[in-house]
């Protein structure tokens, strides 16, 4: 048995510190004038209270979230309008 967790244990925590630096990457990404522009363009009044109390970050993963969603949605839609062959 400890042979096992002894030989187990280090490509799990590899594994895990990759899968970390994956959900981190974004968070280390500042945030462009332009993204900032736009932000401001397009906000919803969510997008305004979250900007209010959690400050940039927050409201800014939420904006993208939001637009990334949008595009998927959009995405499907048009492909859905498309006549099969």
Do not use: C, K, Y
């Not at 244990?9 to 981190?24: D, G, K, Q, S, T």
């Not at 363009?41 to 959690?54: C, F, I, K, Q």
């Amino acid at each position: 048995m400890v042979a096992l967790v002894v030989i187990l244990f280090p490509p799990l925590v590899i594994a895990f510190l990759l899968v970390m630096e994956r959900v981190e990457e974004p968070l280390r990404r500042p945030t462009s004038q332009r993204q900032v522009e736009e932000f401001l363009a397009s906000a919803t009044p969510g997008d305004v209270d979250e900007l209010a109390h959690s400050g940039i970050r927050r409201a800014m993963e939420r904006w993208r979230r939001r637009r990334t969603s949008g595009a998927v949605r959009a995405r499907a839609a048009v492909t859905a309008q498309r006549p099969s062959d």
